[in-house]
């Protein structure tokens, strides 16, 4: 026993106690930081809403207020917060919106682009930020996309809500966000926030009604100076600032648009005029795309929706078809649609078209969804290639969708059609050869749809959906295409929400994961703790003299009462 015992000693004097005392500190160390990470990530995990996740910006793809409504009434936005710090909430005049851009810009030299297409009458530049992951580079079916603000020079707030709107992608971009990422990534996005700076500068801040640069520096209107379906000889007098925009729709093929306005609250859609020139519902060919895509701003903004706006204009859904409202003969959108294949609504953001720039954070907060929302919007329908068995695409070949309007291939031979999900019908014409087919839009996605020209014979080459990666892809990044009635969009509403939810619900099972994760750790630590103290404590009566029966004695008889 005794020698048992001699040996158990000579054991652990090996160990100094000063060594054993250093991995006790160590261990308390690892504790406390084990235990710090526990509370955090319980504390992550339970509480959705102060959740340290959106304040340190790392998910903000979560924080996304969709259509959930829940944030709606009061335009507050989980996921602006902090971000907005580096915004710059006053207003823009020439020179500083170049500034500004050129800050985006130097913040996000990879995915911008400043270009001009063209100079005003009095010699400003009509400056576009172009953001994509390869600015200024064609991508075979990634749509080009544009938002153009200011055309009225003083209907401001389309300017100042396309620069944050830009500096808020680029932060955004840089700090990770899917969401942002996707988009971006996807697209090709042209942002003009000023098609009249000539008559921006002798607008005035706080004019809320008048016409106090409206017109361009020719005192021209350039929402009535474009080409008219109706009205012949519309186009006399055209302007600089038109002619560059028509000659804009020439380089790129614009899928989807929206042209910025103030002085009420409402998005408006084709046709802006009828032959008739009454106020009466003048329907376009393509009524229920343009429907959808005017919903999709107002539905994300909380008040456009409701249609009742301070400005005394009451709109059924806050949308409204153009002639409907009054009838505007040149005007943009009209053109756009009928003469470039853009689809393009115009929007009218608040009832002040030159606001006080105090209120300008508010009016971000408030369109910012709206914004994002309708960008989306381009990557809904059909799209594809028309080309020969080469490969080479084919320009300007008539191709149609039910009794839509027909639109024709771009210089690649591309064509991208918006339309809602269901059956379409395709009839595409190339020379003598024509080809009637069908096509299903899905719910969420694009359909691709490609065709090949083949001396007599057009065949629809590869029709298909997006797989299944792609289409999860699509679904939580583009989840936005089932807004409809406040009425009917009970539906839709739910499933917006249930992709928030299903975010939110992804986060939580990371967190399980990581909480279990760090249970676990928790368990083995203290277990190693209490086996590093008794092997301390034991050295330490070793050291001062003790055997091990005696160490076991003292503590029996220590224990007796
Ligand atoms: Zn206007």
Not at 487 to 510: C, E, I, M, P, V
Request: aromatic content about 10%; overall charge neutral.
């Amino acid at each position: 026993m005794i020698s048992k015992n001699l040996n158990k000693t000579k054991i652990l004097k090996k160990y100094s106690v000063s060594l054993l005392d250093r991995y006790l500190q160590m261990w308390k160390i690892i504790t406390c930081n084990l235990l710090f990470l526990f509370i955090t990530v319980y504390s992550t995990s339970t509480d959705d809403s102060s959740s340290t996740i959106y304040r340190t910006g790392k998910d903000k793809s979560t924080g996304t207020v969709y259509s959930t409504g829940k944030d709606k009434s009061t335009g507050k936005d989980k996921s602006t917060g902090k971000d907005n710090s580096t915004m710059e909430f006053f207003h823009h005049n020439y020179e500083a919106m170049y500034k500004y851009l050129q800050t985006i810009h130097s913040k996000c030299p990879d995915i911008t682009r400043i270009y001009s297409i063209g100079k005003t009458n009095e010699n400003r530049e009509l400056y576009v930020m172009e953001m994509s992951d390869n600015p200024g580079e064609h991508e075979l079916l990634e749509p080009n996309f544009k938002y153009i603000g200011n055309m009225h020079g003083n209907e401001v707030l389309g300017r100042e809500l396309l620069l944050y709107l830009l500096d808020y992608m680029c932060d955004e971009y840089n700090k990770g966000n899917k969401e942002i990422t996707n988009l971006v990534d996807n697209t090709r996005i042209h942002i003009m926030p000023s098609m009249n700076p000539d008559g921006y500068e002798i607008a005035r801040e706080g004019d809320c009604t008048s016409v106090l640069g409206r017109a361009n520096g020719k005192y021209v209107d350039l929402n009535r100076n474009f080409p008219d379906q109706y009205v012949p000889g519309s186009d006399l007098n055209e302007q600089p600032e038109t002619k560059d925009i028509i000659a804009w729709l020439t380089q790129f093929q614009f899928v989807l648009s929206a042209n910025l306005h103030g002085g009420s609250l409402v998005a408006n859609y084709p046709f802006d005029d009828n032959k008739a020139m009454v106020e009466v519902y003048s329907k376009s060919a393509d009524d229920d795309v343009f429907v959808k895509l005017a919903k999709t701003y107002s539905f994300n903004h909380p008040e456009m929706y409701k249609g009742e706006s301070t400005c005394g204009d009451k709109f059924k859904d806050g949308i409204t078809n153009g002639a409907k409202w009054y009838c505007v003969s040149g005007g943009m959108q009209d053109y756009n649609y009928l003469r470039a294949n853009t689809m393009e609504i115009t929007v009218e953001l608040d009832c002040c078209k030159y606001p006080d720039h105090s209120l300008l954070e508010k009016f971000w907060k408030e369109h910012k969804t709206s914004l994002l929302e309708y960008m989306k919007m381009v990557h809904i329908g059909v799209k594809g290639v028309v080309k020969y068995p080469n490969g080479t695409g084919i320009p300007n070949v008539k191709i149609n969708f039910d009794k839509r309007y027909p639109f024709q291939t771009g210089p690649y031979g591309e064509y991208f059609r918006l339309l809602l999900p269901g059956e379409h019908k395709v009839y595409i014409e190339y020379g003598k050869n024509k080809l009637r087919t069908d096509v299903k839009v899905p719910k969420h996605g694009t359909t691709i749809m490609n065709f090949i020209v083949d001396g007599d014979t057009i065949t629809s080459s590869y029709a298909r959906h997006m797989n299944e990666v792609e289409l999860a892809e699509k679904k939580s990044v583009f989840s936005n295409t089932d807004i409809e009635s406040k009425d009917t969009n009970t539906a839709s509403s739910d499933t917006n929400s249930a992709a928030t939810k299903k975010r939110h619900t992804g986060r939580s099972d990371n967190l399980a994961a990581a909480a279990v994760i760090v249970t676990i750790g928790c368990i083995v630590c203290v277990l190693a703790g209490i086996v590093l103290y008794r092997k301390v404590k034991e050295l330490r009566a070793v050291d001062k003299g003790y055997s091990y029966d005696k160490i076991e004695t003292e503590k029996f008889i220590s224990e007796e009462p």
